[in-house]
């Protein structure tokens, strides 16, 4: 696969020596414009980068990374304050306890820590603006952005206007600046998280132009005297976007080293300031270290360096999500899917998304997000717990539970609004037996024998309808032989239909709260024509897959989400005639270059895979699975593959190059269908979200 260039992260370590450049003034003895320019204009690029790259990193996975992003920040700052603590008690800074807590809260309690209770803050408010969808987020924190001008650079015009003043003292009584979680950092977030690859060169272009436009805002500011503080300009997230999609353009992969280095070096660099100060002092070097701003500057750089690189090497750090092997989840795709599959329906349906078994091994919260953001509404899942996973994650809309819930747990589906199957009659007097009003929809066995009161008893369906307590919204049935071919499964599911909108009607009738239908699932939607029921139930198809190979219909344009890939552990050669694996099954019949994979049957993988003819793309090339299956590992036949060495990628399923090995192809070797090979995939799997 390509070589990685991870621009982005590389570009944070440029960020953080331009903040230690805002504070050192490195220009200082020799221009006071080229050191404003510096100190005051170019450097200020650096901290609404870190917000953009947080914020695109944060909407990658669709906000479900942010309760780990905010206790990871929210530990780091309380390191970093416990760092500082030492400095603020000497200079005697956090006296009382209201600037304890507006310290902790806004100005981050020493002078470059406001950036945590900012990231902190301002991806929380980020996220909840953006459940409104991207127009009214960033609005908003357009709005927000431009009150904070005026508390910054504006502050001298805005103080000139009626009022203007009073307002703005108050809002800087509770925080120092207007440049904090609120005003500042969330537009940046929000452009980040809804930042796209752009055109290089129209990147660059429109950088130059905004960037030399924002540099003569800043002088005609100064020259006005107008800024209370220099860190918010009118241009800034403007040339902040281009600057931002000029490194998106460019970035692939990542580099994690470069990420923990840039943090280190950011919180580090006022104590090393210090240090320098007091070892110029010591060694009589002040001119030199002091004195001379750049010399100041440069020893701060190094000596901030140096403890980062430490840092780097000495901290622990969590293991990569690409590092053995996983699944690479193209949420683009997911979107693609979801419209297509929408129009199938039809104008009058609308889709109810089947999640279960975390999303058919995709991730079911990050599948929920990108799904709402595509005006999905209603949700199904298999279990209870499932669905109050989603609603822990802030899921909101309908979500049906689509197996057996204990009707004692009556009272888990009203706390979390969650809808209930009901399974039969039995079950439906057990649940209104709780005596709880829970929302439920009426299954209907129209011929599968698997769940729901069979269609024809309609006696049975008013005896329901009449039950205390439980609040009916909907009624449903699914077909058995919708993905079959031949005549009698095509009149079968046709007979299922029909009775099923024959009951709906009949019930309807008789005044039975019927409330929202829905009968097809990915084959149905896929192969007949739209139904007149509310929703359809697309699971599957969602994810671009079909059951097996031979239903694959290339044509209709659905885009398969999931990749599986994992990492060569070791190669060796084999003379021919050597054995190798469990039961030695594998025998080398010519020189062989035999590579191990660090995947086997404990992730998900069939262990009949290798016997059953499968394959690997390596290098693009299709190669053969050898040997016996291992529970955490794989052998591969890599010798036409050309020179191969342990940490590259091989794809189980997904693309390398030309060549694609589909996930129908897999499950179809293997004897069994897509829908089991994807929800086995197993929790062990990293999984690495595509932008
Ligand atoms: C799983 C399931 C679905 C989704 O089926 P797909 O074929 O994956 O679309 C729909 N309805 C019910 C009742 C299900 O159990």
């Known amino acids: 696969m390509r070589a990685k260039s991870p621009a982005l992260d590389r570009f944070r370590i440029v960020a953080a020596v331009l903040v230690t450049a805002i504070h ?4 200082a003895t020799y221009t006071a414009d080229g050191d404003f320019f510096l100190t005051r204009v170019l450097a200020r690029l650096a901290v609404p980068f870190f917000f953009l790259v947080t914020g695109y990193f944060l909407s990658r996975s669709e906000w479900s990374s942010l309760p780990r992003f905010l206790k990871k920040t929210g530990l780091l700052y309380l390191a970093a304050m416990l760092l500082y603590l030492p400095l603020n008690l000497y200079s005697r800074n956090l006296s009382g306890w209201e600037n304890m807590v507006r310290g902790i809260l806004f100005d981050g309690t020493f002078y470059h820590l406001w950036y945590f209770p900012a990231v902190l803050l301002g991806s929380l ?47 800087l009584s509770v925080s120092a600046y207007t440049r904090n979680g609120v005003f500042f950092a969330p537009l940046f977030l929000l452009l980040g998280a809804y930042a796209k690859r752009r055109n290089p060169r129209l990147c660059l272009v429109g950088f130059l132009l905004s960037f030399a436009a924002m540099s003569v805002e800043a002088f005609l500011l100064r020259a006005a005297e107008a800024q209370r503080h220099d860190s918010m300009y009118l241009l800034l997230p403007f040339c902040s976007l281009f600057l931002f999609s000029l490194l998106l353009s460019r970035n692939s992969g990542q580099n994690r080293d470069a990420r923990r280095f840039s943090a280190v070096f950011y919180v580090v660099h006022p104590w090393c300031i210090v240090l320098v100060r007091g ?19 440069l020893a701060v ?7 980062s690189l430490s840092a780097v ?17 193209d949420l683009r795709a997911l979107r693609s899917n979801t419209f297509l599959l929408q129009r199938k329906a039809g104008a009058h349906s609308s889709l109810m998304a089947v999640i279960k078994a975390d999303a058919y091994g995709h991730g079911a919260i990050p599948c929920a997000r990108t799904l709402r953001r595509c005006g999905v509404r209603a949700f199904a899942v298999a279990t209870l717990e499932e669905g109050i996973a989603l609603r822990r994650a802030a899921v ?13 747990e009556a009272d888990l589906l009203v706390r979390w609004r969650l809808t209930q199957a009901v399974m039969d009659e039995p079950y439906a007097r057990q649940l209104a037996a709780q005596g709880r009003r829970v929302i439920v929809h ?28 439980l609040r009916f919204t909907g009624i449903f049935s699914h077909l058995c032989t919708a993905n079959g071919r031949s005549p009698e499964e095509k009149s079968f599911a046709q007979m299922q239909t029909n009775a099923f909108l024959q009951l709906v009607s009949v019930l309807r009738s008789c005044g039975c709260p019927v409330g929202d239908t829905h009968l097809l699932a990915s084959a149905g939607i896929l192969r007949f024509p ?10 599957l198809a969602l994810f671009g897959a079909w059951e097996t190979q031979e239903e694959r219909d290339e044509s209709c344009g659905l885009r398969p989400v999931l990749s599986l890939r994992a990492r060569i552990v070791s190669v060796r050669r084999l003379e021919t005639g050597e054995r190798a694996g469990y039961g030695l099954a594998f025998e080398a019949m010519r020189p062989t270059v035999l590579a191990t994979v660090s995947i086997g049957y404990a992730d998900g993988l069939p262990r009949n895979l290798a016997a059953r003819g499968g394959e690997v793309l390596l290098h693009g090339k299709r190669v053969p699975i050898v040997g016996r299956l291992c529970m955490d590992q794989l052998l591969i036949d890599a010798t036409d593959a050309g020179e191969t060495h342990g940490g590259e990628i091989v794809t189980l399923i997904g693309r390398d190059g030309e060549e694609r090995i589909s996930a129908e192809e897999l499950a179809g070797r293997c004897g069994t269908i897509t829908n089991e090979l994807f929800s086995r995939l197993g929790s062990r799997l990293g999984r690495c979200i595509l932008p």
Not at 24 to 27: A, E, K, M, Q
Not at 313 to 329: D, H, K, Q, V, Y
Not at 396 to 408: F, H, M, Q, V
Request: hydrophobic share 45%; charged share 15%.
């Open 24 to 27: 050192t003034s490195p220009l």
């Open 530 to 539: 739209p139904q007149p029921c509310s929703h359809v139930r697309a699971g």
């Open 125 to 171: 408010l980020s996220f909840l603006l953006s459940r409104r969808g991207p127009r009214f987020a960033l609005t908003a924190a357009g709005l927000l952005y431009l009150i904070g001008l005026g508390g910054d650079s504006y502050y001298g015009l805005i103080s000139s206007l009626p009022f203007g003043k009073a307002c703005y003292d108050i809002l």
């Open 313 to 329: 090497f000495f901290l622990p750090r969590r293991p990569s999500e690409t590092g053995r092997a996983w699944c690479e989840i």
């Open 301 to 307: 750089l190094l000596l901030s360096a140096a403890v």
């Open 442 to 469: 009426v299954a209907v066995d129209t011929g599968m024998h698997r769940i729901g009161i069979p269609v024809e008893e309609v006696a049975a369906f008013r005896r329901i309808y009449r039950l205390p307590h």
């Open 279 to 297: 070892a110029a002092e010591v060694l009589g070097l002040e001119a030199v270290l002091v004195r001379n701003s750049l010399g100041h500057f």
């Open 396 to 408: 909101r809309g309908t979500i049906l539970i689509l197996g057996y819930t204990p009707p004692e």
